[in-house]
């Protein structure tokens, strides 16, 4: 099974590139944001959980958010295998998730990380922000902070994986064909 965590600051690439790992290699997506807004519209007993939680202006916890990563992994049981999006973003969530696939007789097969300089980001998000209306996207000193709080939040993570041998940049500047190549580089020597 070929699970991979994809990971990257906003405006690497992440949204494009999951899309084509997806197809190419016949993985289920798991957004963490996608499942939780999934599980509040269904009204699941999870997502009643997190939506009250959501409602007082507080975080999902982690155990909510496992719990619901494991249903979905569940309802998929036959997969080829999983690309994690939005999740881990801390190293408990990583052990979390460690434990969660154990039980489930796989891992984690690498943590792929897009990587670019802020002033690429910038300069993409900009951009974007024209196309997309958002307005996150829109403000260079929001925009700024998006990335610093990545940068500072994420490098453990990064150690994490690395100690497991799990850790691979990826150069996330050039065409798409040219980073999806170096992504699928990556895996094919799995």
Do not use: C, W
């Not at 197809?23 to 997190?50: F, P």
């Not at 300089?117 to 024209?130: F, M, S, V």
């Not at 992504?183 to 799995?190: H, R």
């Amino acid at each position: 099974m070929l699970n991979i965590v994809l990971f990257g600051p906003p405006g690497a690439g992440k949204g494009t590139q999951s899309t084509n790992l997806i197809e190419k290699y016949q993985l289920v997506h798991l957004s963490t944001g996608d499942i939780l807004r999934s599980e509040v519209a269904n009204k699941t007993s999870l997502g009643l959980e997190a939506k009250k939680l959501m409602d007082q202006g507080l975080l999902v916890p982690d155990d909510v958010v496992i719990r619901m990563i494991e249903a979905r992994v569940d309802a998929n049981r036959n997969a080829k295998g999983f690309i994690f999006d939005g999740f881990p973003r801390t190293t408990k969530q990583a052990e979390a998730l460690d434990e969660l696939l154990k039980k489930k007789h796989t891992s984690i097969t690498m943590m792929l990380a897009l990587e670019v300089d802020d002033a690429e980001l910038i300069t993409r998000l900009l951009n974007r922000g024209k196309d997309s209306g958002r307005p996150d996207d829109q403000n260079k000193e929001v925009i700024s902070k998006r990335i610093m709080e990545y940068n500072s939040k994420t490098a453990p993570l990064k150690n994490y994986y690395t100690e497991q041998g799990k850790f691979h940049g990826v150069k996330g500047v050039g065409t798409i064909e040219e980073i999806f190549d170096r992504l699928t580089g990556v895996i094919e020597m799995y």
